[in-house]
Nanobody, 124 residues
């Protein structure tokens, strides 16, 4: 699948917005399920959102639904995560990942290809 490269993280205040980007090899977003996960210090990696090859999205309803939006641009082979109304609890390293279509989108084990992560820090 090739390398996934995240960008867009940073230090923001509670209530602010950020948009993360994940650049993937050509045509990756057309053929694979793309997802965002996050991992806070001392915690397990957590599913955030995923988008299927046909554009169907799914979210971690408990923590981000209504605030975060996943999208993709197939010609650019890029996936985005728009994060609004950020909270201190959103502080984590955010990872982009790719999985085979049909594999469970919310499971870490479905994803064989991961980016290096981008740090998001939200100050309260």
């Amino acid at each position: 699948q090739g390398q996934l490269v995240e960008s867009g993280g940073g230090l923001v205040q509670a209530g602010d917005s950020l948009r993360l980007s994940c650049a993937a090899p050509r045509r990756t977003t057309m053929w694979y399920t793309m997802a965002w996960f996050r991992q806070a210090p001392g915690k397990e990696r957590e599913f955030v959102a995923a988008i299927s090859r046909i554009g169907t999205s799914t979210y971690n309803d408990d923590s981000v639904k209504g605030r975060f939006t996943i999208s993709k641009d197939d010609p650019k082979s890029t996936v985005y995560l728009q994060m609004n109304s950020l909270k201190a609890d959103d502080t984590a390293v955010y990872y982009c990942a790719a999985a085979q279509p049909g594999d469970p989108a919310k499971m870490v084990s479905s994803y064989a290809n991961w980016g290096q992560g981008t740090q998001v820090t939200v100050s309260s």
